[in-house]
């Protein structure tokens, strides 16, 4: 039965010959394992639920992308979702999930509506939280802090000379690691002395429309008070600036510093 189980979740531990054979049997059989009886002898499914903001950030595409041949390995499959950085959004998901009994949860960040916590842990299921750092975490947490690497990125434009910084995202509030970024980002640049951080906002859905737009808003005004690098939430909204600067006629980097998180242009 051991054989039989492994052999059908592809799991290690059966030689390649006996899979075939059993896989062969299963064929003939028309036999389809049942996670949920399985789950049921168990305690737990073979599903790990992975939550992210969105689809389009390349950041969180190589996490899952890492992440599958792991999974895969191991005989667990994986049931993705967006939060789309709603915590009621991404807490409703989590509940549905937790019906399935999952053998264990991903989560993007550390800020989750106040009862995810609580109806994780009473399930016991193993959880990791990514893409941020905490001194509290529902379970295991492997991240980054994004207020350092704010200031970092801060520290780097300085050193090559950029004195007047500008910042563009999206709507307040709506990423909390995003903010922490221009926290820290704005704290090195103030602790420098060189005034406030410019920052320019879009709503718009279309990414590389919302850079050109903010950056607009960023390079409107006097030559001599306008932002000489900016800071973007992104790399779509980064390179929707970097068209703007070309439109203006600034060269990038010469006239115009751009940075999004730890790339540069």
Same mark, same amino acid.
């Given at each position: 039965?051991?054989?039989?189980?492994?052999?059908?979740?592809?799991?290690?531990?059966?030689?390649?010959?006996?899979?075939?054979?059993?896989?062969?049997?299963?064929?003939?059989?028309?036999?389809?394992?049942?996670?949920?009886?399985?789950?049921?002898?168990?305690?737990?499914?073979?599903?790990?639920?992975?939550?992210?903001?969105?689809?389009?950030?390349?950041?969180?595409?190589?996490?899952?992308?890492?992440?599958?041949?792991?999974?895969?390995?191991?005989?667990?499959?994986?049931?993705?979702?967006?939060?789309?950085?709603?915590?009621?959004?991404?807490?409703?998901?989590?509940?549905?999930?937790?019906?399935? #009994?999952?053998?264990?949860?991903?989560?993007?960040?550390?800020?989750?509506?106040?009862?995810? #916590?609580?109806?994780?842990?009473?399930?016991?299921?193993?959880?990791?939280?990514?893409?941020?750092?905490?001194?509290?975490?529902?379970?295991?947490?492997?991240?980054?802090?994004?207020?350092?690497?704010?200031?970092?990125?801060?520290?780097?434009?300085?050193?090559?000379?950029?004195? #007047?910084?500008?910042?563009?995202?999206?709507?307040?509030?709506?990423?909390?690691?995003?903010?922490?970024?221009?926290?820290?980002?704005?704290?090195?640049?103030?602790?420098?002395?060189?005034?406030?951080? #410019?920052?320019?906002?879009?709503?718009?859905?279309?990414?590389?429309?919302?850079?050109?737009?903010?950056?607009?808003?960023?390079?409107?005004?006097?030559?001599?008070?306008?932002?000489?690098?900016?800071?973007?939430?992104?790399?779509?909204?980064?390179?929707?600036?970097?068209?703007?600067?070309?439109?203006?006629?600034?060269?990038?980097?010469?006239?115009?510093?751009?940075?999004?998180?730890?790339?540069?242009?």
């Amino acid at each position: 039965m051991i054989t039989v189980s492994r052999a059908l979740r592809g799991v290690d531990g059966v030689s390649e010959a006996k899979r075939a054979q059993i896989l062969k049997i299963a064929r003939r059989l028309n036999y389809m394992p049942n996670s949920s009886a399985r789950s049921l002898v168990t305690m737990n499914s073979d599903l790990i639920g992975i939550s992210v903001p969105n689809l389009f950030n390349n950041v969180f595409a190589e996490i899952m992308a890492s992440m599958r041949g792991t999974f895969d390995s191991a005989g667990f499959s994986s049931v993705v979702d967006t939060s789309e950085y709603d915590v009621n959004i991404e807490f409703a998901w989590a509940e549905r999930l937790l019906t399935w #009994r999952p053998a264990g949860m991903i989560l993007t960040g550390t800020h989750h509506h106040p009862a995810l #916590r609580d109806a994780l842990r009473r399930a016991g299921v193993p959880t990791l939280q990514i893409w941020d750092v905490t001194d509290d975490p529902i379970d295991v947490c492997v991240g980054i802090d994004h207020h350092a690497a704010g200031q970092e990125v801060a520290q780097y434009c300085r050193d090559l000379g950029y004195a #007047r910084p500008g910042f563009v995202g999206t709507a307040e509030g709506r990423d909390t690691r995003a903010e922490a970024r221009l926290s820290g980002f704005a704290a090195r640049y103030a602790a420098a002395g060189r005034g406030e951080v #410019r920052i320019a906002r879009s709503g718009d859905r279309n990414p590389f429309v919302a850079g050109q737009n903010a950056t607009r808003d960023i390079l409107n005004g006097p030559a001599h008070s306008r932002a000489d690098v900016i800071f973007y939430l992104n790399d779509h909204l980064a390179f929707g600036g970097l068209t703007a600067c070309q439109t203006a006629g600034l060269s990038v980097p010469d006239e115009i510093g751009i940075v999004a998180s730890t790339r540069w242009i």
